[in-house]
């Protein structure tokens, strides 16, 4: 059966994706809390209902690629070859996501999320989502339950040193180059954690 997205569909994906384009250059210029819905419709083109088609308000822009994550993370875990570890297929994912929006995006929304608690909060559930799958796949390779706290310990370990790793990247303090040896470094850390007793 063809999987193929139709005309309509990629062509919603393409208005969805300049949307968000758009919505964060116009943070960049004129601040988060100075640019309306109204200011980036305009901007793409089009009524702020269809902006709402998309988007159900101007927060979620900041974590649209973050949702879509999530469902990355959980399709690689999930369609992993046999003996692949969770924490090295999620690592690889990691290595993609550092480099997908670019150092500048990333110290924008950085510096938008950060600057309001309840943004930040928003961040933080996110990054609790991806822990709970990267959690339950390591449980699947260690074939272990709930009380086992070693596979939730790893992926805290895990996200937390990927993230640590990600920001400097923004920061442009490692490069593109460096990457892949200090999230390895970070996952072989967070898999010290799997060994010894539950």
Same mark, same amino acid.
């Given at each position: 059966?063809?999987?193929?997205?139709?005309?309509?569909?990629?062509?919603?994906?393409?208005?969805?994706?300049?949307?968000?384009?758009?919505?964060?250059?116009?943070?960049?210029?004129?601040?988060?809390?100075?640019?309306?819905?109204?200011?980036?419709?305009?901007?793409?083109?089009?009524?702020?209902?269809?902006?709402?088609?998309?988007?159900?308000?101007?927060?979620?822009?900041?974590?649209? +690629?973050? &949702?879509? *994550?999530?469902? #990355? =993370?959980?399709?690689?875990?999930?369609?992993?070859?046999? $003996? %692949? /570890?969770?924490? !090295?297929?999620?690592?690889?994912?990691?290595?993609?996501?550092?480099?997908?929006?670019?150092?500048?995006?990333?110290?924008?929304?950085?510096?938008?999320?950060?600057?309001?608690?309840?943004?930040?909060?928003?961040?933080? +559930?996110? &990054?609790? *989502?991806?822990? #709970? =799958?990267?959690?339950?796949?390591?449980?699947?390779?260690? $074939? %272990? /339950?709930?009380? !086992?706290?070693?596979?939730?310990?790893?992926?805290?370990?895990?996200?937390?040193?990927?993230?640590?790793?990600?920001?400097?990247?923004?920061?442009?303090?490692?490069?593109?180059?460096?990457?892949?040896?200090?999230?390895?470094?970070?996952?072989?850390?967070?898999?010290? =954690?799997?060994?010894?007793?539950?």
């Amino acid at each position: 059966m063809d999987q193929r997205p139709t005309l309509r569909e990629r062509e919603r994906q393409q208005r969805h994706r300049l949307i968000a384009d758009t919505a964060l250059r116009l943070f960049a210029d004129r601040g988060f809390e100075d640019t309306t819905v109204q200011d980036i419709a305009s901007a793409v083109g089009i009524a702020p209902r269809t902006f709402f088609l998309h988007f159900p308000g101007k927060d979620d822009v900041l974590f649209d +690629l973050d &949702v879509r *994550r999530c469902a #990355d =993370l959980a399709d690689r875990l999930a369609d992993r070859t046999s $003996g %692949t /570890g969770a924490l !090295d297929t999620a690592a690889q994912v990691v290595h993609g996501w550092i480099t997908e929006r670019g150092a500048g995006t990333e110290r924008l929304l950085a510096r938008i999320i950060g600057g309001s608690p309840a943004l930040a909060a928003r961040g933080r +559930l996110q &990054v609790s *989502r991806y822990q #709970d =799958l990267l959690t339950a796949a390591l449980h699947a390779d260690l $074939g %272990t /339950g709930p009380d !086992d706290t070693r596979p939730a310990m790893a992926a805290a370990a895990a996200l937390a040193g990927w993230e640590h790793t990600g920001r400097r990247h923004a920061r442009g303090e490692v490069a593109v180059a460096d990457l892949p040896g200090l999230l390895a470094r970070a996952t072989a850390s967070a898999a010290t =954690l799997l060994t010894g007793t539950p």
